[in-house]
């Protein structure tokens, strides 16, 4: 079974950055379609950026020029680099790995279209 586990979440200023983690066991990333998701007290669960097997990216608006998704396929490990953080960014962040159509290629892709989940990490920024 697909296991997946975040690290490197933070308390972090305006503005600043950080670089989550997200390993992956039993299975290659490359092999899947990954993806973060993030979810603000109160709020659904949204999706920041998904990454296929080809490489191809999907970025929400919200976080296109300041977030970046990374692959290290020799250690199975997927990244996500954040910087110019804001309050709004402020969530508990989560990896997602799946292999369906809907998830890799979909324009509608949500958290309804990924079947494996990590447990999440906080990511916290203050003004």
């Known amino acids: 079974q697909v296991q997946l586990g975040e690290s490197g979440g933070d308390s972090v200023q305006a503005g600043g950055s950080l670089r989550l983690s997200c390993a992956a066991s039993?299975?290659?990333?490359?092999?899947?379609?990954m993806a973060w998701f993030r979810q603000a007290p109160g709020n659904g669960r949204e999706g920041v950026v998904r990454?296929?097997?080809?490489?191809?990216?999907t970025y929400a608006d919200s976080v296109k020029g300041r977030f970046t998704i990374s692959r290290d396929d020799a250690n199975d490990t997927l990244y996500l680099q954040m910087s110019k953080l804001k309050p709004e960014d402020t969530a508990m962040y989560y990896c997602?790995?799946?292999?369906?159509?809907?998830?890799?290629?979909?324009?509608?892709?949500?958290?309804?279209?990924?079947?494996?989940w990590g447990q999440g990490t906080q990511v916290t920024v203050s003004s």
């Open positions: 990454i296929n097997m080809a490489g191809g990216t």
């Open positions: 039993r299975y290659t990333v490359s092999t899947y379609c």
């Open positions: 997602a790995a799946d292999r369906s159509a809907s998830a890799c290629y979909s324009h509608s892709w949500s958290q309804d279209t990924f079947h494996y």
